[in-house]
């Protein structure tokens, strides 16, 4: 190992210059290489966030912590799409994407991370399914690809340790609001594995890490110029993250929902954003037109295929399969079920959707910190979305919890998260707009 | 111990807001008593530097630093001045400053560093007399100060330990050229000592950190601040450091320079700086006039007075004060002695004195990380300042060396920083400005 000074580095980014491919690599490698401390590697970061990085530099660094580990190259049959999203609150699509794609004849090979803060994690709601295994092998997920046409398992430690290393730091830094690392960190994983064609969904609102559309934008266009610039097709939709997607905010209660929509048993804005990801991936690589897409997605939902699928692939890692037929049979019950029961009449005029996690969080389904563990059962059941009506003492939702004081402090947290008003509101946009993609 | 969550705060200061005084206060606190890690302490300094500090903020941060220790209060009889130099190359102010004021009737307790990088320091300029001791007790020091009138001492691990601190993470993570970070690590060590007058020299030009007058004005201007929000009394000079200010750049020989000029037998730059200074310190703590109080620094000069209060001090802190009559009986000599020849004409235009000075540690006069061994004996002695005529043929200073192939190296750069033309060119003003200073 070469041992670098960072400082000319550290120094030439704080005073406004461009960094060259070559430095961006020497700064990343030197530090996963141990090379120097986290100290002048958070002051970088620092520098990078305030000073901004532009389109080459963002190229460099995303290609540098790419080549810092292992990538992933599948045999398949049949297309490769991968789809993420830079997390929200019940936002379930990937467990029902991945069926769902399978089922219109694409392979998903989906390496997925777990929750953190107010966001769930795709890995912790697949686990609340016992026995359901996620530290696949590279082998054993292209077998199951190739068999089942999905899988989802954990990102392994070898693939953009620089990622992780460079994550944990910007979290202990306060350097994590930057597009541009932000870009670099989702695409650097995605990068990593070869696929046909990268789908990404980028939140915006009160429960997503961009608060605002235009920042969710600029987010969404940073990644696509990184896959252009790496010769790799994608798109990205900036969608509404303004409340939850779904009704669930939890782990089992968020498979149990999956199964419904999965089994064509559910219809909203979890089922719809579904739907629409499939379908572009059946634009983009069966040429398909976008009605008849549609249209194929809707019948697989309907017709039991996607949800046949999701059998196939629990069975395949281990879980049992039985969970798409008679969910609670399988899954873990919180042992308090509180109804929510609405105090209060009007629409719902607003959310606050990250507290609303952040109240899942508190009653054990998520983590604050990295490592933490969590309570597959519990959680929160929230119907109402933005637009609807309310009325004194209507059902809204269930507080899944451990305890009855846990329970009763979840309906408080959740009231303080809703805005009722006199007046009817439009429903936000499921979609505000989609960008891509060819390189 | 409270340990802190250092993040709200650096995201403050990243997204541009102003800290409270409770805030650096508990971000300086949790630092030093190990709250947190080196990374996001280095985070928040690149924020500093980038979004800049406002006097409030540079003040609370100040204060923090300053409370993160001990401070001292001498009981004195006299007035009691104390002085600092921003640091350059050949810059023997100090030495003389201290006897000389004390020889005014003044008294100077200060307490100095070791040089870094290109600019020499006081304490080891002093240590290289054989047997003088820097590392004295509070109680020694108020004795000696009484006693003699001034004592040049090492700054105890005690005084101010957040800036010891703070300055090795600032030089490892490429954040020290900030003014109001600078501005607070050169004022919390004047600040923690008590005294009734605060003189600063903060130099500017090719051997100083601050490489523009205006910058070098601006660094003042935030230490008379730091001052005047704390009750204390300042005067500030921007001098000039675009050529060494003496001729000797390394230790023993800095030694022979001071008992010249102390003795009244060199004049020059050095020597008017240093009438200057202690001049300032006389108008502003007697109430003596200029044209008086310059009359009576150069008549200490010039009737030995200063010379002999050299001696004292030297005597008590036990060195050899011998060394006041006849350096060299005394002084360690370097075994080369090779005599700079000019093989050019013309005029002195130019001095790369930063590179000089990084020439004089090569030779092992200084040192590039702290805690390193100097040699004490070797070092360069040049004559001509900007503006001087040069023959060829003239010789214009030595090179004291260890062995040949150093001093020919040590010949060969000391030529690289000298520009010598064809026509005459003014000297650069000795000081620019003066600014300053009761609160």
């Given at each position: 190992?070469?041992?670098?000074?960072?400082r000319p580095?550290?120094?030439?980014?704080?005073?406004?210059?461009?960094?060259s491919?070559?430095?961006?690599?020497?700064?990343?490698?030197?530090?996963?290489?141990?090379?120097?401390?986290?100290?002048?590697?958070?002051?970088?970061?620092?520098?990078?966030?305030?000073?901004?990085?532009?389109?080459?530099?963002?190229?460099?660094?995303?290609?540098?912590?790419?080549?810092?580990?292992?990538?992933?190259?599948?045999?398949?049959?049949?297309?490769?799409?991968?789809?993420?999203?830079?997390?929200g609150?019940?936002?379930?699509?990937?467990?029902?994407?991945?069926?769902?794609?399978?089922?219109?004849?694409?392979?998903?090979?989906?390496?997925?991370?777990?929750?953190?803060?107010?966001?769930?994690?795709?890995?912790?709601?697949?686990?609340?399914?016992?026995?359901?295994?996620?530290?696949?092998?590279?082998?054993?997920?292209?077998?199951?690809?190739?068999?089942?046409?999905?899988?989802?398992?954990?990102q392994?430690?070898s693939?953009?340790?620089?990622d992780?290393?460079?994550?944990?730091?910007?979290?202990?830094?306060?350097?994590?609001?930057?597009?541009?690392?932000?870009?670099?960190?989702?695409?650097?994983?995605?990068?990593?594995v070869?696929?046909?064609?990268?789908?990404?969904?980028?939140?915006?609102?009160?429960?997503?890490?961009?608060?605002?559309?235009?920042?969710?934008?600029?987010?969404?266009?940073?990644?696509?110029?990184?896959?252009?610039?790496?010769?790799?097709?994608?798109l990205?939709?900036?969608?509404?993250?303004?409340?939850?997607?779904?009704?669930?905010?939890?782990?089992?209660?968020?498979?149990?929902?999956?199964?419904?929509?999965?089994?064509?048993?559910?219809?909203?804005?979890?089922?719809?954003?579904?739907?629409?990801?499939?379908?572009?991936?059946?634009?983009?690589?069966?040429?398909?037109?976008?009605?008849?897409?549609?249209?194929?997605?809707?019948?697989?939902?309907?017709?039991?295929?996607?949800?046949?699928?999701?059998?196939?692939?629990?069975?395949?890692?281990?879980?049992?399969?039985?969970?798409?037929?008679?969910p609670?049979?399988?899954?873990?019950?919180?042992?308090?079920?509180?109804?929510?029961?609405?105090?209060?009449?009007?629409?719902?005029?607003?959310?606050?959707?990250?507290?609303?996690?952040?109240?899942?969080?508190?009653?054990?389904?998520?983590?604050?910190?990295?490592?933490?563990?969590?309570?597959?059962?519990?959680?929160?059941?929230?119907?109402?979305?933005?637009?609807?009506?309310?009325?004194?003492g209507?059902?809204?939702?269930?507080?899944?919890?451990?305890?009855?004081?846990?329970?009763?402090?979840?309906?408080?947290?959740?009231?303080?998260?809703?805005?009722?008003?006199?007046?009817?509101?439009?429903?936000?946009?499921?979609?505000?707009?989609?960008l891509?993609?060819?390189?």
């Amino acid at each position: 190992m070469t041992v670098i000074d960072p400082r000319p580095i550290i120094a030439a980014k704080r005073d406004g210059q461009s960094l060259s491919a070559d430095e961006m690599k020497a700064f990343v490698d030197g530090y996963t290489g141990g090379s120097f401390a986290d100290a002048p590697a958070a002051a970088f970061l620092m520098a990078c966030l305030l000073n901004g990085l532009d389109d080459a530099e963002t190229l460099a660094l995303t290609r540098a912590m790419v080549e810092s580990g292992d990538t992933v190259h599948l045999a398949s049959t049949r297309p490769l799409v991968d789809k993420h999203s830079t997390g929200g609150v019940a936002d379930g699509v990937t467990l029902i994407f991945a069926p769902l794609a399978a089922a219109l004849g694409l392979s998903v090979a989906k390496l997925s991370g777990r929750g953190l803060g107010h966001t769930g994690g795709t890995l912790d709601k697949l686990e609340s399914i016992p026995g359901l295994r996620t530290d696949l092998s590279v082998e054993e997920l292209a077998r199951q690809v190739e068999t089942v046409g999905c899988a989802v398992a954990a990102q392994s430690d070898s693939l953009v340790p620089a990622d992780r290393a460079l994550y944990a730091l910007r979290d202990a830094t306060a350097t994590v609001p930057s597009i541009p690392l932000i870009a670099a960190s989702v695409m650097s994983k995605k990068l990593a594995v070869a696929t046909d064609l990268i789908l990404l969904d980028v939140k915006a609102g009160s429960g997503a890490f961009m608060k605002s559309s235009a920042q969710a934008v600029e987010l969404a266009q940073t990644c696509l110029s990184l896959a252009v610039g790496w010769g790799r097709s994608a798109l990205a939709a900036v969608t509404d993250m303004s409340q939850p997607l779904g009704d669930a905010i939890g782990n089992a209660i968020d498979i149990a929902e999956t199964v419904e929509v999965l089994g064509g048993r559910r219809g909203g804005r979890l089922r719809d954003l579904a739907v629409t990801f499939a379908a572009r991936g059946l634009e983009s690589l069966n040429g398909a037109s976008h009605d008849e897409a549609v249209a194929r997605a809707e019948a697989a939902l309907d017709d039991g295929s996607a949800l046949e699928r999701f059998a196939l692939m629990i069975q395949a890692q281990g879980g049992d399969p039985r969970v798409t037929q008679d969910p609670w049979a399988v899954l873990p019950r919180a042992p308090i079920v509180r109804p929510l029961v609405s105090d209060r009449a009007g629409f719902l005029v607003a959310v606050a959707a990250e507290d609303l996690g952040l109240a899942a969080v508190a009653l054990g389904a998520g983590r604050i910190r990295k490592g933490d563990p969590i309570d597959p059962a519990v959680g929160i059941w929230l119907r109402p979305k933005i637009g609807d009506p309310i009325e004194a003492g209507m059902l809204i939702g269930e507080v899944h919890a451990r305890s009855d004081a846990a329970a009763l402090e979840a309906e408080a947290s959740i009231w303080r998260t809703l805005t009722v008003g006199p007046e009817p509101v439009e429903p936000p946009p499921l979609v505000y707009t989609w960008l891509g993609g060819q390189p």
